[in-house]
């Protein structure tokens, strides 16, 4: 995440001075979500980023989204560990992947790339891990039935 800081369409157009996110901002005022909690945390990520302010919870960084991946995590091991309970992981990340574009933290690509990202660093790691399995894994007990 810190080597592609970037922020989301709902601070495009203050930081970058354009209305290209405008239909954005009139659905989300029209919906009331400026006074909602997204809409103060919004407020306050983007003065911290316009003064140049830095605090605990003051940074943006949704490229690519740390909570899809580590949602996609979550529904991998569940999948694992509890065959079924991967269908609720699956549910979970739809459902954080569906909130973070929603309230313009995060463009969909975002999200697509932690799970790509996620999802082939498991298939890596898991080949990896087969690759490293002993191939012999009697061979102590041949060599001490040969003696």
Same mark, same amino acid.
């Given at each position: 995440?810190?080597?592609?800081?970037?922020?989301?369409?709902?601070?495009?157009?203050?930081?970058?001075?354009?209305?290209?996110?405008?239909? %954005?901002?009139?659905?989300?005022? $029209? /919906?009331? +979500?400026?006074? @909602?909690?997204?809409?103060?945390?919004?407020?306050?990520?983007?003065?911290?980023?316009?003064?140049?302010?830095?605090?605990?919870?003051?940074?943006?960084?949704?490229?690519?989204?740390?909570?899809?991946?580590?949602?996609?995590?979550?529904?991998?091991?569940?999948?694992?560990?509890?065959?079924?309970?991967?269908? %609720?992981?699956?549910?979970?990340? $739809? /459902?954080? +992947?569906?909130? @973070?574009?929603?309230?313009?933290?995060?463009?969909?690509?975002?999200?697509?790339?932690?799970?790509?990202?996620?999802?082939?660093?498991?298939?890596?790691?898991?080949?990896?891990?087969?690759?490293?399995?002993?191939?012999?894994?009697?061979?102590?007990?041949?060599?001490?039935?040969?003696?």
């Amino acid at each position: 995440a810190l080597a592609t800081l970037s922020g989301g369409p709902v601070f495009y157009d203050s930081i970058f001075g354009t209305a290209r996110f405008e239909d %954005f901002h009139l659905a989300y005022q $029209a /919906a009331g +979500l400026q006074d @909602s909690w997204f809409g103060r945390i919004q407020t306050t990520l983007l003065n911290a980023y316009l003064s140049d302010a830095q605090y605990i919870g003051s940074g943006n960084s949704p490229f690519p989204s740390l909570h899809v991946a580590m949602t996609v995590v979550t529904t991998l091991y569940l999948g694992e560990k509890a065959g079924v309970l991967g269908a %609720f992981g699956v549910m979970a990340t $739809a /459902a954080i +992947l569906f909130v @973070s574009i929603w309230n313009g933290f995060h463009y969909g690509i975002d999200g697509y790339a932690s799970i790509l990202l996620i999802v082939a660093a498991h298939v890596i790691l898991k080949r990896r891990q087969s690759a490293k399995r002993d191939p012999y894994p009697d061979w102590p007990h041949l060599y001490e039935a040969r003696s």
